[in-house]
Structure formats: C-alpha cells, structure tokens
C-alpha cells in the first residue's frame, strides 16, 4: 500500500483504480483532500473531495481538480482515475472548490465551485455522467449559478460556492449554496436549470458548506459557521423552513481554519465525513484531510457532537 501511495502521489499512477486499506482518520494519507462530499449508491459509499495541491511551505489555496473514493464497507477504499477538473468547464479559469454529486434517473450530477472566465467572482457548475465514477462532461456549457445573480444580498465575489442538491420526498430538488449568506433555488427535473427565484435562509452565524439531510420527519441544515470554521445545525419539519438553530455539531477541525462536512446513513449506521488539517507537519488549512466519525442522535432528534477522533470508524 505504500509504494502505491507514493506513485499516486507523484502523479506517475496509470489510469488505474488504487485500492488502500483504512487504518484510521485521516481516511486518505497518500494525498491531500478536501471538502467532502458522500453519496450512498447501490450498497457503496463515494466521496468527492477536492485535492489539494499547494506545496509547503506556501499557505493558500490551489485546486485544480477533484477526487472520488469508493467503499462497500468502509474499510477497503479505491482511488478512481480523476474523474473532473476545473479545466473540463470551457467557462471556467479554474480553482475546483467544494462540490457535489447526486444521482437521479440514472444519471449522476456533479455540482462543483469553479471561478469563472467572463464573470468576477466564483460560480458554480455541473456535470452529468453514467456512472459515479465518470467520465463526467460539463451538462450545461455555462454556469447555473454566478456571481452576478446574487448581488442584491451581499457585494462579495465569493458568496456563490459549496453547492448541495437534496431531492425531497416529492421528487423535488433543491439547490443550496452560499458564504455569508446561505441560498436555494429549486432545480428542474433535468437537474440543470432553475425552477425558482433564488431564496434565502436566515441562519445564525453562516459562513458556508451548507448540507441538507433527512432522518424521520426532520430535515437537517448543518452548515460552516464563523471563522476558524466549526459546523453547526438548524432543523426544520419543511425544507422551505422555518430553520430552527441547534447549535453546534462539530468543533473547529484540529490546525485547519475551515471545516466542511457531508453526513450519510449507510447500511443502518450514520457516518460524519468532514476534513482537518491533521497530516503533520504539512498539513493545515492548505492542505487538509477527510475523515470519518460516527454520528449519534438524541431521542428528540437533535444530534449529538460529534466527536473527532485519530481512530476514526475502524
């Protein structure tokens, strides 16, 4: 396993699937990943992460493309060719920040944070494929979110970025995203156009990384909140709220000043997936790390803290 990490990480790997065994958080050790993203499909767990690639001792941010990961039993992970970058969107200059995929009718949707060519600030786009693993290709030649369609809510450049789709019981999708200000606008059915205004929710202390769940008859909305980032939560009986803040579910991540977290039930279990800055000494909020932990709730629905751990899940 470790004479594969160092070839993955020297960026001589073959287009070839690498397979490693987990031994504790961080869940990847090889590479640096960050802002995760899981989806549960067909008995196996996927995480998109963006990978980061700034080398120490420099302190910023450089991404040019993203990752995916699968399990079937959270312990045994492959590495999959990667499957998109920021240069597979004609439109965009670059910077692959957070995303998301969700599958409907048998496609797969990557919703992904890219700056953009002809509009200041940061935007965000899709790509569909067949498969979670790819090949994915850019489904709308454009963005569907930019910078200009929000600046009657705040004037920075930044605000329209780590996107979140959630399906409802209806077979409506929702589109979230924001920083400063949390946005969703419903999607159509063919997952790349609006179907709404744009619309806010209000929610105490917001920075970013909104993620939408569902458990029982209560919708979650945990988000990054201040900074240094810690996640919190808000829960509503109705995804259009109203959003009742909770509190927080997850402390500041260890030496990295953002936190950005998906949460998944798989095979009855639910799982926290989350990324700190935990690889030493080049680690820190430039090149940061996913992790697994468990998540708990209480009897009223709430969710207990979740405790960050080196054991992780394994």
């Not at 945990?222 to 900074?227: D, G, H, I, K, Q």
Request: aromatic share 14%.
């Amino acid at each position: 396993m470790f004479s594969v990490a160092l070839v993955a990480c020297s960026g001589l790997l073959a287009q070839n699937d690498t397979t490693f065994v987990a031994t504790g958080n961080p869940l990847v050790k090889y590479k640096y990943t960050a802002d995760p993203a899981a989806l549960v499909h067909n008995n196996k767990v996927y995480i998109y992460a963006g990978h980061d690639e700034c080398p120490p001792p420099q302190q910023r941010y450089v991404l040019n493309k993203w990752c995916v990961f699968s399990s079937s039993d959270l312990k045994t992970w492959t590495e999959h060719p990667t499957p998109l970058s920021a240069k597979d969107f004609s439109w965009a200059k670059g910077e692959a920040w957070a995303s998301q995929v969700i599958e409907r009718n048998g496609k797969f949707y990557w919703y992904v944070t890219v700056q953009h060519k002809d509009i200041h600030g940061k935007s965000i786009g899709v790509a569909v494929a067949d498969s979670p693993i790819g090949p994915f290709k850019d489904a709308r030649g454009s963005a569907i979110i930019t910078n200009d369609m929000t600046t009657e809510y705040t004037k920075i450049s930044w605000d329209d970025i780590d996107p979140t789709v959630y399906i409802d019981d209806d077979g409506q999708a929702y589109l979230f995203w924001g920083n400063t200000q949390c946005y969703y606008a419903k999607l159509k059915e063919n997952m790349i156009e609006l179907d709404s205004p744009i619309m806010t929710v209000d929610l105490p202390r917001f920075t970013e990384a909104p993620w939408v769940h569902k458990r029982g008859k209560w919708y979650y909305l945990s988000y990054a909140s201040e900074f240094p980032e810690k996640i919190c939560y808000a829960m509503s009986k109705n995804l259009n709220g109203p959003w009742e803040y909770k509190g927080i579910l997850n402390e500041i991540a260890g030496n990295s000043n953002t936190n950005h977290q998906s949460i998944i039930e798989f095979k009855g279990e639910w799982y926290f997936v989350y990324h700190n800055g935990s690889i030493n000494v080049d680690g820190g909020s430039f090149r940061r790390s996913v992790c697994i932990d468990k998540l708990y709730y209480n009897k009223d629905g709430t969710m207990k803290r979740v405790q960050m751990t080196s054991e992780g899940i394994w």
